[in-house]
């Protein structure tokens, strides 16, 4: 029988900010566009969504240097584009469907926090790239595949070491080891070599040591972190929904786009494969 060490129980963190200023026009000159109007999935519009199209404003304060020349690229690319794209300021924090002109779906989201984690060696920086991408893959229901930059900020706020398994036994203090069998994490006792599962929903912490587990195991799986759709535009920025519903509007990601489910969903049901996406 085993005496387990104390559990952290997930989900923990949120998964994927930017300075907040407002910005001005599209661009200098760019005349207003018509009214904005909702469409709905199956092609009807909504003619009582008046909404005008977004004015795209210089905004006051960037990063980098870099940072504002593939703003103002971005931005421009985005006017001079005249298909079906999403546009995303991440000083206003907000989402735009455009077709030419007009502005068919507007939202909220959260975008990063443009934030730097150093931890037990290692450096990660948070925050959403600049520039233009396109939609890769559509995900109904996705499970997140935590990096290793969560383990880094669970350990780090609860004060514990960090370590990563071995491909074979992790060896503990107490002589017995850590193991994956059939894909799942448990604790094989020295003397009776009997193994017990661990909890898939938990972190694995033992001896003041937050263990990160191997990809290919259940134990690295979190369902309903990413909400109930996700547009994934490459590089491990997606844009998804999420059950941290105050976060959005909000710089707390770590370089994912967060948004309401409802407004994922009507994304995910328009916004066909190969999309561009612009973020500036």
């Known amino acids: 029988m085993f005496h387990l060490a104390p559990s952290i129980s997930r989900p923990l963190l949120a998964v994927c900010a930017i300075v907040t200023v407002s910005e001005l026009a599209?661009?200098?000159?760019?005349?207003?566009?018509?009214?904005?109007?909702?469409?709905?999935?199956?092609?009807?519009?909504?003619?009582?969504?008046?909404?005008?199209?977004?004015?795209?404003?210089?905004?006051?304060?960037?990063?980098?240097?870099?940072?504002?020349?593939?703003?103002?690229r971005t931005r421009?690319?985005?006017?001079?584009?005249?298909?079906?794209?999403?546009?995303?300021?991440?000083?206003?924090r907000q989402l735009w469907l455009m077709l030419g002109p007009d502005t068919l779906y507007n939202a909220p989201v959260g975008v990063s926090t443009d934030s730097t984690l150093e931890y037990s060696g290692r450096t990660w920086r948070f925050e959403t790239p600049r520039g233009v991408r396109s939609v890769l893959a559509k995900h109904e229901n996705p499970v997140?595949?935590?990096?290793?930059?969560?383990?880094?900020?669970?350990?780090?706020n609860h004060s514990l070491a960090l370590a990563a398994m071995t491909r074979r036994r992790t060896m503990l203090s107490d002589g017995n080891w850590l193991e994956v069998r059939n894909d799942t994490v448990g604790v094989v006792d020295a003397t009776s070599r009997e193994f017990a599962a661990l909890p898939t929903n938990e972190e694995i912490v033992f001896d003041?040591?937050?263990?990160?587990?191997?990809?290919?195991?259940?134990?690295?799986?979190?369902?309903?972190?990413?909400?109930?759709?996700?547009?994934?535009?490459?590089?491990?920025?997606?844009?998804h929904g999420t059950p941290h519903k105050a976060s959005i509007g909000e710089a707390t990601t770590h370089g994912c786009i967060r948004l309401r489910?409802?407004?994922i969903l009507w994304l995910y049901q328009i916004t066909p494969l190969e999309a561009r996406v612009y973020i500036y």
Request: glycine share 8%.
């Open 144 to 156: 997140w595949i935590p990096p290793d930059w969560h383990y880094a900020e669970v350990a780090r």
């Open 261 to 263: 489910d409802e407004d």
């Open 26 to 72: 599209w661009a200098q000159g760019h005349p207003r566009s018509k009214p904005a109007r909702r469409a709905s999935a199956d092609g009807e519009v909504d003619s009582t969504f008046d909404t005008l199209a977004p004015a795209l404003v210089m905004p006051s304060r960037y990063r980098s240097r870099r940072d504002s020349v593939a703003s103002v």
């Open 208 to 239: 003041g040591t937050l263990f990160i587990p191997p990809v290919s195991s259940v134990n690295r799986r979190i369902e309903g972190e990413l909400g109930f759709h996700s547009l994934d535009t490459g590089d491990g920025i997606l844009l």
């Open 76 to 92: 421009s690319a985005a006017l001079l584009e005249t298909g079906l794209r999403i546009v995303i300021s991440l000083n206003d």
